[in-house]
């Protein structure tokens, strides 16, 4: 794969002060597989987000050390331990770019949703800084257009984090090389397009939150798992079959086919989990149980709700906002027990990051 298109060159520093809000996303067709580096085994697509977001604001000001060197705040306090992510960050994506060895990097990061809520904000906060260093890099370079200002963002955020590449640009993007978008690419996410039906710009995604704790296995270690995985190749098949069915549904609104698929992807990425070996299980019994109430619920209203879930136990509710009061008091009264402390989060698709 060519990325010679995203290596920069150096030039001369300036000083630079920029914030960026970027969202989280979720999966529709669910990532679950990599190779080197965090290149996709299968294409994805997702809901960008608008509330569950990390807004970032880095201070760049030249030094002469010729070395990475960068200080990291979240909600104003140093945290040492995210320290080796980022390194990690940067060791992957400064040959794209090389200006970064003259600055020193102030970075301050905060997340809108609550801290261990079991949300995972590596899309979002992976995103939000790749904005700001691209966002430097298009006051050095001022001929970077737009389109390509979002490329570069995405491809750097991948390097981050795969489904940050997704948490660019709104309301669905699609990320990895696949049959039905011609400019798509496993180095970057692209938006679907212009003919995205109506109904899914404004798609809810109530979150239940049925468990805050950490994962019990971190989505490196289950992409790992998919190497040597029995049902990898079948899976990775499934994934852009459901993706090829998703595309034409994403534009007619053919809701009960988008909720067969959806909830099938979900399943289909926790059946991955436990049938890796080592095996593990992400659900709670409580996500079981939602699952089964979202079914019932479904037959008895015929009212479109359906869910999907993310690497972990909470529950992502996804429902067209015409169906908003009926699904609201469904939530209140009937799925908030299963959550813990009886907590759940508004969100819905939202149209990408924004420079504040
Ligand atoms: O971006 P990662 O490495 O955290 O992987 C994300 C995996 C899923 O959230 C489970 C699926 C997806 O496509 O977002």
Same mark, same amino acid.
């Given at each position: ?27 529709? #067709? ?28 880095? #201070? ?15 909600? @104003? ?9 980022? +390194? ?5 994506? !400064? ?12 970075? !301050? ?8 809520? @079991? ?20 006051? &050095?370079?001022?001929? %970077? ?10 491809? &750097? ?11 660019? *640009? ?9 049959? #039905? ?22 798609? *809810? ?15 490196? *270690?289950?992409?790992?798992? %998919? ?14 079959? /459901?993706? /090829? ?26 059946? %991955? %989990? ?19 109430? #979202? ?6 209203? +015929? ?5 999907? &879930? ?11 906002? *015409? ?28 149209? @990408?990051?924004?420079?504040?």
């Amino acid at each position: 794969m060519d990325t010679t298109p995203f290596i920069a060159t150096t030039a001369i520093p300036i000083k630079y002060t920029t914030t960026w809000e970027a969202p989280s996303n979720i999966a529709l #067709i669910k990532y679950w597989g990599k190779y080197e580096p965090q290149l996709p085994k299968n294409p994805s697509l997702s809901f960008t987000l608008t509330s569950s977001k990390t807004k970032t604001k880095v #201070i760049f000001t030249p030094h002469t050390k010729n070395e990475i060197d960068f200080e990291f705040y979240f909600h @104003g306090e140093t945290k040492p331990d995210f320290k080796p992510k980022l +390194s990690k960050f940067f060791d992957r994506i !400064h040959n794209y770019i090389p200006w970064i060895f003259k600055y020193h990097l102030e970075i !301050h990061s905060e997340n809108s949703f609550p801290h261990s809520s @079991g949300i995972a904000s590596s899309a979002s906060s992976m995103a939000a800084l790749s904005l700001c260093l691209t966002d430097l890099e298009q006051q &050095l370079f001022p001929e %970077m257009d737009q389109a390509f200002f979002s490329q570069k963002a995405s491809f &750097l955020a991948r390097l981050g984090s795969g489904s940050a590449a997704r948490s660019i *640009q709104g309301p669905v993007t699609l990320w990895g090389k696949n049959e #039905i978008h011609k400019n798509s690419s496993d180095l970057f996410a692209v938006p679907f397009g212009t003919s995205l039906n109506p109904v899914f710009k404004e798609y *809810q995604d109530t979150i239940l939150l049925v468990d805050k704790g950490s994962k019990s296995v971190s989505s490196t *270690q289950g992409h790992n798992l %998919m190497h040597g995985h029995p049902f990898a190749e079948n899976r990775f098949q499934q994934a852009s079959t /459901n993706l /090829n069915a998703l595309v034409p549904i994403m534009e007619s609104g053919a809701l009960e086919d988008f909720i067969h698929l959806v909830e099938l992807e979900a399943l289909s990425l926790h059946a %991955m %989990m436990l049938t890796s070996s080592p095996y593990f299980i992400l659900m709670q019994p409580n996500t079981l149980a939602i699952i089964q109430k #979202i079914w019932e619920f479904r037959k008895e209203t +015929s009212v479109p709700l359906c869910f999907t &879930l993310d690497a972990g136990a909470n529950v992502h509710l996804l429902y067209p906002n *015409q169906n908003i009061e009926v699904i609201h008091s469904f939530i209140k009264e009937e799925l908030s027990p299963y959550c813990q402390n009886r907590q759940y989060l508004f969100d819905a698709v939202g149209t @990408g990051a924004k420079k504040v």
